[in-house]
């Protein structure tokens, strides 16, 4: 049943008519034209799709739109302000951590949400917390690396 769905996304005010059990991944990509959140498993476990929902980590391929009714959805897009890319956006480029790209949004958004809430990140810690997020193409290292480079920056280190 369409019903109508209303959100702030990337800041901004957004309302769709859509089936309210549709995910939220395909309300991104298919009807709003933001295709940064990518389709992996379809299951939640690849971490792909991940957007933040009021600033944590979600796996949108898993949640229906109606679950963010009222809430701020922010996706890889909406990370950057006025133009200027976000620490860790800046980070993974600059560690060439970003190998394929396919896995990089869900995985800077994943970042993102954990570093507001440990903003002093051990090594260990951050592998922790990525390991939910699979890069297919080997870049762990350079990722792990980036997101301390960017914790820093964060931080005003």
């Known amino acids: ?3 109508i ?4 996304l990337n800041k901004k ?7 309210s059990d ?6 991104l990509r298919t009807d709003l034209g933001l ?9 939640g476990y690849c971490g792909s799709c991940t957007v933040l929902i ?20 922010t996706t890889i897009e909406g990370l950057a302000k006025n133009g200027v890319l976000h620490p860790l956006q800046k980070a993974f ?16 958004l994943r970042a993102y949400s954990f570093l507001q809430k440990t903003p002093k990140p051990t090594h260990s810690d951050i592998i922790k917390n990525l390991d939910g997020n699979l890069c297919r193409c080997g870049s762990h290292n350079r ?9 820093k920056e964060m931080k005003g280190e």
């Open 22 to 27: 549709r995910m939220l991944l395909w309300v």
């Open 143 to 151: 990722i792990v690396q980036a997101i301390q480079s960017a914790a």
């Open 93 to 108: 480029i600059a560690h060439d951590a970003l190998q394929c790209g396919y896995c990089t949004p869900g995985m800077i």
């Open 13 to 19: 005010p957004v309302k769709v008519t859509v089936d």
């Open 5 to 8: 769905i209303q959100f702030k």
């Open 35 to 43: 295709t940064g959140a990518k389709y992996g498993c379809g299951e």
């Open 1 to 3: 049943m369409k019903e």
């Open 54 to 73: 009021d600033k944590r980590a979600v796996r949108s391929c898993i949640l229906p739109v109606k679950n963010v009714k009222g809430k701020e959805v």
